[in-house]
């Protein structure tokens, strides 16, 4: 049982490249999201997916696209990167726990850099 | 305001102290909080669930208190291990999917 994992860990991109953070779990979790996280601001949505082929805009969509085909994947690309888009990705999946408490478990990170 | 709002940081105590850190979230209808741990550069990781009676965890004490949408982690004995970043968290309400809402964070550093 990996729990979230996330590729690649760190990543160097070009301004106007796109690219795809993958992210998958195997814990059969309905619920998975991306987050973002800048130093002092905390971490932010991005999107999320309360199950396979169902998304949602989060806090702050505006540059990344998410699609759900399976259960276990939801992948965050980024359509032309832009230097404000340096940051550190999370991505997380959790399940329903007691009266509707949802236990959110996050992968190890993507630290990109864009220049 | 922010939907959850911490206790601004660092705090700086000695090993074997009482740290508490405090939390308020605005939205009267959020039914689920936590307080998640995150060291530097790493993920995220849940310390415990915080349910309307309180509960202990060790050294850890979580209290819940709605009237006053107020939430507090009370860390007892600290150990240097500690050292790191305690995020207030609270779920959005009306049932949207499980989305969590973090707090900015506390941080808090354990000497010698």
């Known amino acids: 049982n990996a729990g979230v994992t996330q590729t690649p860990k760190f990543q160097v991109l070009k301004t106007g490249q796109s690219m795809t953070l993958q992210c998958a779990q195997d814990?059969?979790?309905?619920?998975m999201s991306w987050y973002r996280q800048d130093p002092g601001m905390g971490l932010r949505l991005i999107h999320y997916?309360?199950?396979?082929?169902?998304?949602d805009q989060g806090e702050v969509p505006n540059g990344y696209n998410v699609s759900r085909s399976t259960t276990e994947d939801f992948p965050l690309r980024l359509l032309s990167a832009a230097p404000s888009q340096t940051s550190v990705y999370f991505c997380?999946?959790?399940?329903?726990?007691?009266?509707?408490?949802?236990?959110?478990?996050f992968g190890p990170g993507t630290r990109l850099t864009v220049t | 305001r922010k939907e959850v709002e911490q206790d601004p940081g660092p705090f700086n105590v000695p090993e074997g102290a009482t740290v508490a850190f405090n939390c308020t979230y605005s939205?009267?209808?959020?039914?689920?909080f936590f307080w998640y741990r995150q060291d530097c550069r790493k993920e995220p990781k849940l310390l415990m669930s915080?349910?309307?009676s309180g509960n202990e965890d060790g050294r850890f004490t979580a209290q819940l208190n709605r009237a006053s949408q107020y939430i507090s982690l009370l860390i007892r004995d600290s150990k240097l291990s500690d050292s790191a970043t305690y995020l207030c968290?609270?779920?959005?309400?009306?049932?949207?999917?499980?989305?969590?809402?973090f707090g900015q964070g506390t941080e808090l550093s354990v000497k010698p």
């Open positions: 997380a999946s959790s399940y329903r726990a007691v009266y509707d408490s949802y236990e959110q478990y």
């Open positions: 814990m059969n979790h309905e619920y």
């Open positions: 997916s309360v199950g396979a082929g169902i998304t």
């Open positions: 968290v609270v779920n959005a309400p009306y049932n949207q999917g499980g989305k969590l809402i």
């Open positions: 915080v349910y309307s």
């Open positions: 939205n009267s209808a959020s039914q689920s």
